[in-house]
C-alpha cells in the first residue's frame, strides 16, 4: 500500500546538509529526507501507543520517500544531470522581459557549448516542457553563551540556514498491509509533527495530512503530482535516480551504478552497462538518537544522475511492463527505509525548458485556524507534558534536598531549640538506619515493631519530633511544628517548583528529605 502525503511547514525548516560548514553558517538541505519522516511517524505512533504492539511491521515494513516541491499541481523532482545549458544564453533569456515566460532549448548531451548544469535543482512536466523551481531559504542569527565560567568556551555567533515557512511538499509512504489501520488511524485528520534540528529554538514544526492512498505505485503517482511521458518499448534501459541511491558489488563495496546482476535478479532480463552515464556521487548522511552516533559515511550516486543500460534480448510489451512495474513499485539497493533507492524508468524529458520558475509556497493559515485536537485529547497531552516535565526535574530535587540534609546534619551544636532542626545521631547502627529508610520508602507505616530509639528525640528528630511523631504524621494526623518545617522550605522558590505536582506537599517533603537523609548518614558509616 501507498499513502501520499503533503507537508507544509510553518516554521523554518532547519535539515542539516554536508558542505561548507565555514562562516559560521551550517546549510540545510531543499528536501525533506524520507528518514526524517520516518522518524516522525515513529514518533507520532509512539506517542499514540501504538509503536511498540507493531513494532517489527513498522521497522521493516514502512518505507518512506523523500519529500519533494509541490506546486501548481506537479511535483518537483531532482534535475537529472544528462540535461544541458549554455550559462551565457541562458542568461541572456532569462534577461528578457516578455509577457509569456520564454522558452530555453535544452541539450542532451555535454558536448559543444552546452555543458553547465540547470539552474533548477527540481524540475516538473507540464505542457510538454520542463519547469522548475527554488526553495526558498532564510538565515537566523543566534547567540550561544557559555554560563560555565572555567570552561575554555567562548560566547559564540552563528546562523542557520532554513527552509523558509510555507513551502509545500509531498512524499511516499510505502508500508505492508498489516499497517493499513494503523495509518488509517493516524492520518483520520491533520498532524502538527516537529521535523529536523533545533525544534526548541523555533524551527520544524510541519502541517502533515494525508491526500490519498493506492494500492498501485501508478495511481500513487498520479496522486503523488508526477506527470510525464515513457518511452514506449524502447532499446535501452534508461534509469533517473529520484534520490541519493546506495549500491554494492558482490564484494560489499559501493559502487558508482546499479550493478548489471542486480538488474538482472530483479527482472529476469540481462543487460549490459552503456558508457554514457550522467552521474555525481555524494555521501551518506544521517543521526541515530538512540546509538547518540553519526551513521558511516557511503558513497552514493546523487539523485539526479541517469544510467543507460543496453538490452540483450529486447523485452517484449508485457515484460516491459512487468519490468517498469518491478523497479518503480519499491525502492532499491541499501538503506531503503530512509529513502534512499527511488528510480524512475525510460522517462521521456522534454528539451525545453521554462525559464521563469514556478512557485511552491502557500499562504500560511492563521493559528485561530488551525483545526486543534479535542478538549479531552489536548488535557490527556498536557498531563503527559507536565509529567516529562517533572520527571526531568527529579535530579534537581534530589540534589536540592541532599543539599538541606547536608546542612542541617552538619550544624549539629549550633542548632537552637527555636530553629528548624535535623537530628540523627551518629550511634545509630547501619542496619537501624536502613530499616527506617525501607519504611519511608515502601509507606508501611504500621508494619514496623517500635524500638526505643524511635522515641529518642536525640537519636532522630525533625524540629523536636521523633521517629513515632513523624510516622503519626505521615498518617495523616497534624502536626503544627512539622508543617511549620515543611512550609518554610516550601515557600521558597525551589521548593515550590518540585513539589508543584504533589497533593499532600508538606507530608511528601517531609517523607523524601528524611529518606535522604538517612542514606547519608548510613553511607557515612559503610
Known amino acids: 500500500m501507498y499513502h501520499v502525503i503533503e507537508i507544509i511547514n510553518r516554521e523554518p525548516l532547519k535539515i542539516g546538509a554536508g558542505g561548507n560548514k565555514a562562516n559560521q553558517i551550517e546549510p540545510s538541505k531543499d528536501h ?4 526524517t519522516i520516518r522518524g516522525a511517524i515513529i514518533g507520532e505512533l509512539d506517542r499514540r501507543d501504538m509503536f511498540q504492539k507493531q513494532k517489527n511491521q513498522v521497522l521493516l515494513g514502512m518505507n518512506c520517500y523523500n519529500a519533494y516541491p509541490f506546486g501548481q499541481e506537479e511535483l518537483f523532482v531532482p ?26 532549448e535544452l541539450s542532451s548531451n555535454s558536448s559543444g557549448q552546452a555543458h553547465n548544469e540547470l539552474e533548477y535543482r527540481y524540475v516538473a512536466i507540464k505542457d510538454d516542457r520542463l519547469i522548475g523551481t527554488k526553495v526558498e531559504k532564510e538565515y537566523r542569527l543566534h547567540h550561544n553563551t557559555h554560563k560555565k565560567h572555567d570552561e575554555q568556551k567562548r560566547e559564540n555567533l552563528f546562523r542557520y540556514q532554513a527552509i523558509a515557512p510555507g513551502c509545500v511538499f509531498r512524499s511516499l509512504i510505502q508500508y505492508d498491509d498489516q499497517l493499513y489501520d494503523c ?16 525544534k526548541g529554538s523555533g524551527y520544524g514544526l510541519c502541517e502533515v495530512r494525508a491526500i490519498g492512498e493506492a494500492a498501485d505505485v501508478e495511481k500513487a503517482n498520479h496522486i503523488l503530482g508526477l506527470t510525464y511521458k515513457r518511452m514506449s518499448h524502447p532499446e535501452y534501459l534508461q534509469i533517473t535516480c529520484l534520490s541519493d541511491s546506495l549500491f554494492r558489488n558482490e564484494y560489499g563495496q559501493p559502487v558508482p551504478y546499479i550493478p548489471e546482476s542486480y538488474i538482472e535478479y530483479l527482472t529476469g532480463m ?36 541517469v544510467l543507460w543500460y543496453r538490452w540483450k534480448e529486447r523485452p517484449n510489451e508485457l515484460q516491459y ?16 527505509n530512509d529513502g534512499y533507492g527511488w528510480l524512475a524508468v525510460n522517462w521521456h524529458y522534454p528539451h525545453q525548458l521554462q525559464i521563469e520558475p514556478a512557485n511552491c509556497h502557500r499562504e500560511l493559515r492563521l493559528k485561530s485556524e488551525i483545526p486543534m485536537p479535542q478538549s479531552e485529547q489536548l488535557e490527556e497531552q498536557r498531563t503527559q507534558i507536565v509529567s516529562i516535565l517533572f520527571q526531568g526535574l527529579e535530579p534537581a530535587k534530589k540534589r536540592w534536598l541532599n543539599f538541606i540534609c ?50 529518642d528525640n536525640q ?12 510516622i503519626t504524621y505521615l ?52
Open 32 to 35: 525533506i529526507p524520507g528518514s
Open 79 to 104: 534535475a537529472p544531470f544528462h540535461l544541458r545549458v549554455n550559462k551565457h544564453e541562458w542568461r541572456k533569456n532569462k534577461m528578457l522581459k516578455a509577457e509569456v515566460a520564454p522558452v530555453y
Open 183 to 198: 495509518f488509517q488511524t493516524i492520518f483520520k485528520e491533520s498532524l502538527f509533527l516537529y521535523l529536523g534540528g533545533s
Open 270 to 305: 540481462k543487460v549490459y552497462r552503456e558508457d554514457r552515464q550522467y552521474i555525481q556521487s555524494g555521501l551518506t548522511e544521517g543521526y541515530n538518537a538512540t546509538w547518540r552516533a553519526r551513521y558511516p559515511k557511503e558513497t552514493t550516486l546523487k539523485a539526479g544522475s
Open 321 to 336: 511492463q512487468e519490468i517498469i512495474k518491478k523497479m518503480e513499485g519499491r525502492l532499491h539497493g541499501f538503506r531503503t
Open 406 to 455: 547536608s546542612r542541617l546534619l552538619g550544624e549539629g551544636d549550633l542548632q537552637t531549640e527555636h530553629a528548624h532542626t535535623l537530628v540523627i545521631s551518629q550511634h545509630l547502627k547501619s542496619t537501624q538506619l536502613q530499616r527506617m529508610e525501607e519504611v519511608l520508602k515502601d509507606k508501611k507505616y504500621g508494619e514496623f515493631m517500635e524500638r526505643p530509639y524511635h522515641k
Open 459 to 470: 537519636m532522630l528528630s525533625i524540629n523536636r519530633c521523633n521517629f513515632i511523631e513523624i
Open 475 to 526: 498518617r495523616n494526623q497534624e502536626n503544627s511544628r512539622l508543617t511549620s518545617f515543611a512550609q518554610h522550605y516550601l515557600n521558597e522558590r525551589k521548593g515550590s517548583l518540585l513539589y508543584h505536582d504533589k497533593e499532600d506537599k508538606e507530608r511528601e517533603f517531609i517523607r523524601e528529605l528524611l529518606i535522604e537523609a538517612l542514606y547519608i548518614r548510613r553511607r557515612e558509616k559503610e
